[in-house]
C-alpha cells in the first residue's frame, strides 16, 4: 500500500460545532459502555468461550481467532446482532504489551496514520478529517476522531464490484472491566456529514466495530473484539468478510509498531537534544526541533 492513498482530505474541510463535538462525544461513550458490557457479559457468564453454535471460523493468525455469525442464528435478548448484517468476532492472544499496542493503534493525525499503515497495512487509503478529542499527558492513548478509509475489495481491479469506503468516529483510551481488569479499547463508527458526500468510484458502507485488550500476563496481550458492517451489496458482502477479518488480525502488528513509533520518538528527540546542545550554529533549526521535542513529551 503506497503513502500516496493516504491523503489530506477527499473532502472539503469538516466543520464542527462545539455541540457537534459533545454529541459525538456521547455517541462515542455511548457505544463505548455498551460494547463493555457485551464484553463484561462475555467474561463473565460465557468464561470467554466462543459459542460454535453461534459463530463459525473463518481466519487465524498465531493465536487469534476470527468468527463470523451463522446465517439465521437469532441472538437471545441483550445479545449483540447484527440484525441481519454481517457480524464478526474475534478472541485470542497475541505477544506484547498492552501500552506498546495502544501506542501502536492510535494515529492521531495523518503523519501517524502513514506510519502506522507502513508497519499495520490494514487499510488501503485514509485520511483525517477532524480532531474531537486529543491525547494529554495524563490520558496519553485517549483519542477521539473523524477519520476516512477505503477498504480494497477482491474483483475490484477486474471493474466486477467497487471498493468500500467509510467514514466513521474513531476512539481509543483506557477503560475498566466490571472485574477490575484494565482495558485498552478501539472504537470504529460510521457517521455522516454534508461535507462528506458519497466520493466517484467508490460504494460508501457502514461500519460499527469495537475492541478490548487486556495484559493477561506479563507479555500477553488477550483481545476480545466485534464488528457488524453493511457493504452496501450482497457480492461485496461475501468478498468483505474477510477483509473485516483481516483488519481485526492486524492487531497482532500493533505492539510492535508501538516499540517503532516510541523508538522514532527517541531519536528525533535524542537527535534535536544533539542539535540543541551542539551549538548554535543554525538558531532556526535547532528551535525548530526543539520545539518537536516538547510536543512529543506530552505523549
Not at 468468527?67 to 441472538?75: D, H, M, T
Request: glycine share 8%.
Amino acid at each position: 500500500m503506497g503513502k500516496g492513498r493516504f491523503i489530506v482530505n477527499p473532502f472539503e474541510d469538516l466543520v464542527m460545532t462545539p455541540d457537534d463535538r459533545s454529541q459525538l462525544q456521547g455517541l462515542a461513550h455511548s457505544l463505548i459502555m455498551s460494547n463493555l458490557d457485551h464484553y463484561n457479559r462475555f467474561i463473565s457468564s460465557g468464561k470467554g468461550q466462543v459459542d460454535s453454535h453461534r459463530w463459525k471460523q473463518i481466519k487465524a493468525r498465531e493465536q487469534l481467532l476470527v468468527f463470523a455469525e451463522r446465517s439465521g442464528f437469532k441472538p437471545t435478548t441483550g445479545e449483540l446482532s447484527g440484525s441481519g448484517l454481517p457480524m464478526i468476532l474475534c478472541v485470542g492472544s497475541m505477544m506484547g504489551k498492552l501500552e506498546d499496542l495502544m501506542y501502536g493503534v492510535m494515529s492521531e493525525d495523518l503523519e501517524t496514520m502513514r506510519f502506522k499503515a507502513s508497519y499495520v497495512n490494514d487499510v488501503s487509503g485514509a485520511a483525517a478529517l477532524g480532531s474531537i478529542v486529543e491525547p494529554t499527558s495524563n490520558y496519553p492513548f485517549q483519542t477521539l476522531m473523524i477519520k476516512w478509509m477505503e477498504i480494497d475489495i477482491p474483483l475490484a481491479s477486474m471493474n466486477f464490484v467497487k471498493n468500500r469506503d467509510y467514514v466513521y468516529l474513531e476512539g481509543t483510551g483506557m477503560i475498566k472491566a466490571a472485574n477490575g481488569d484494565r482495558l485498552g479499547y478501539h472504537l470504529l463508527h460510521s457517521v455522516d456529514f454534508p461535507e462528506t458526500p458519497k466520493l466517484p468510484n467508490r460504494i460508501r458502507g457502514n461500519i460499527s466495530m469495537m475492541a478490548f485488550w487486556r495484559q493477561a500476563k506479563s507479555n500477553t496481550i488477550e483481545m476480545y473484539a466485534t464488528g457488524i458492517f453493511d457493504p452496501c451489496g450482497d457480492v461485496a458482502r461475501v468478498l468483505a468478510v474477510p477483509r473485516m477479518a483481516d483488519m481485526f488480525l492486524a492487531s497482532v502488528k500493533y505492539p510492535h509498531c508501538g516499540q517503532m513509533r516510541k523508538l522514532s520518538f527517541m531519536l528525533d528527540k535524542a537527535y534535536a537534544d544533539s542539535r540543541q546542545h551542539g551549538g548554535a550554529k543554525d538558531e532556526l533549526c535547532v528551535s525548530r526541533f526543539a520545539a518537536v521535542s516538547t510536543e512529543g513529551d506530552i505523549l
